[in-house]
């Protein structure tokens, strides 16, 4: 159901973040495209807008998949060493979400990579080809360290090892830093490291045995530092330099600065020649923060008869490095608008057209000039307007389904089977009566339909066994 192609809509335009300008993607049928993004780090449930930046990722994937530009793309889950604090002070965040939830680091990790899989199966992501888990790689982090180490690029402090950001001129290229205003702003959180922008490679376990995620290292027991797992895994997975390396806007300041510093001091070669970053999802206008209550999940969303794939909708009508403000009013109009589509989509087989052709080759071009899925929404739904038929559903599938990922037929994202839910929902109430014994048992029936349940402090959460 593919449409064809031609060479001349096989021209992509990035916006790279790094020259600050558009540029052509360089690819070739002979060697796949290597993309890096950022994952997650799971320590809790991921919000909506750590969403926003997965989708425009997998928007990006859909394009080149579609073109039948072949493609290697890595995620890592960030199980250990992201502080609270980017500036390496603070506790662990996965040791915090050990604390909250009364359960280990470990399966802290285990509980919320269980989330996040299911959400982006929900969301109907097409999945990366590997997802690698940080706490798989420490003997590459340490590898990595260690030649950085050999370069004279590391000191040693009392709480750990850290890259010297003296040592290597070009740091604040990247992201354009003014580290003389950084620098009056920040002195406070110097501490004994020799510039402010220094980071840590390796942080030691003050009270052994106290963390629950600790390793060997040639500087004593410890863990990594945040930045120092993304270049070992894109090291150890797609290689010195990559084609494309994407996160969030937050990410430009100091983790990717870190990651560009530490890649290519050690192997002196450049990280990635294209940085894409999606800007923040907003919500009532400002940060999602747990003072306002105003974190939403996918969960949330649903509960409220918000859909993963109208969410997605709602995505699609802003260009990824602008700014999107997430209000309850505005994203029931885009679950209106889905589920219009659906029906559409859903009322006869697809069957391939010229004129449809024609929509999905504009909307083809539209994302080939850096995403732009507004623009891929307005051609949608013109299509959806001035087609009939078979016609109509062949290009609604191929836009929206195949270019932007907004899935229509309820069998393509995950449907929880009614004897599970009833399984869980029994679960529930001999839960409520304090009858765990019960619950066990119905817990292990529920295991054996391959899906799991997840306690959170609020919710029992039904997944599909993924690990
Ligand atoms: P984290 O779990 O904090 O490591 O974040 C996962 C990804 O979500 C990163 O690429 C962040 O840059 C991105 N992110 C975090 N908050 C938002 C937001 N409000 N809108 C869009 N992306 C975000
Ligand atoms: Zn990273």
Redesign the pocket.
């Known amino acids: 159901m593919m449409a064809k192609s031609s060479s001349s809509q096989k021209d992509i335009l990035l916006y790279n973040t790094a020259s600050r300008s558009l540029e052509r993607l360089d690819w070739s049928e002979y060697r796949p495209v290597t993309i890096y993004t950022?994952?997650?780090?799971v320590y809790g449930e991921?919000?909506i807008?750590?969403y926003?930046?997965?989708v425009f990722e997998d928007v990006l994937v859909r394009l080149l998949k579609f073109l039948g530009i072949p493609l290697q793309r890595v995620m890592n889950i960030?199980d250990v060493g992201?502080l609270t604090s980017d500036a390496d002070s603070g506790e662990d965040k996965l040791e915090v979400g050990a604390q909250r939830d009364g359960i280990t680091a470990w399966e802290v990790a285990k509980r919320y990579t269980e989330h996040f899989e299911a959400d982006m199966r929900l969301l109907g992501v097409v999945w990366p080809d590997a997802l690698v888990r940080a706490t798989d790689t420490i003997d590459a982090q340490i590898g990595l360290i260690k030649a950085l180490e050999e370069k004279g690029y590391t000191y040693i402090i009392t709480d750990g090892v850290y890259f010297d950001t003296a040592k290597y001129p070009q740091y604040r290229d990247f992201a354009k830093l003014d580290v003389a205003g950084l620098d009056a702003g920040s002195r406070v959180e110097m501490g004994e490291k020799r510039n402010i922008t220094d980071f840590a490679l390796w942080k030691f376990s003050t009270e052994p045995g106290k963390r629950h995620m600790e390793w060997e290292s040639p500087w004593g027991l410890g863990f990594p530092g945040w930045h120092i797992e993304c270049s070992a895994i894109i090291k150890e997975t797609l290689g010195n330099t990559i084609d494309i390396h994407c996160?969030?806007?937050?990410?430009i300041q100091v983790h990717h600065t870190n990651e560009v510093a530490q890649s290519e001091a050690a192997h002196g070669e450049i990280l990635a020649r294209i940085w894409m970053h999606?800007?923040?999802?907003?919500v009532d206008g400002g940060?999602?923060s747990k003072s306002l209550g105003n974190i939403y999940t996918l969960a949330n969303l649903k509960a409220k008869g918000i859909t993963a794939p109208a969410f997605r909708l709602f995505l699609a009508r802003a260009h990824y490095r602008s700014k999107l403000n997430f209000t309850w009013e505005e994203a029931q109009i885009a679950q209106k608008q889905y589920d219009t589509l659906a029906a559409k989509a859903l009322e006869s087989a697809p069957q391939q057209s010229d004129i449809a052709d024609q929509y999905i080759a504009r909307a083809v071009a539209a994302l080939a000039h850096d995403l732009n899925t507004a623009q891929v929404l307005a051609i949608g739904l013109e299509a959806s307007k001035e087609l009939e038929g078979g016609a109509r559903t062949y290009a609604l599938e191929t836009i929206f389904t195949t270019l932007l990922g907004i899935h229509f037929s309820p069998g393509e994202v995950e449907e929880i089977p009614e004897q599970v839910q009833e399984l869980a929902r029994l679960r529930d109430q001999a839960r409520e009566k304090g009858d765990w014994s019960t619950a066990d048992t119905l817990r292990t029936k529920i295991e054996s339909y391959g899906y799991d349940i997840l306690d959170t402090k609020n919710e029992s959460r039904i997944v599909k066994k993924v690990l």
């Open positions: 950022c994952g997650p780090t991921q919000h807008g750590n926003r930046t997965f960030t992201h996160g969030g806007v937050d990410h999606g800007e923040f999802l907003l940060k999602m």
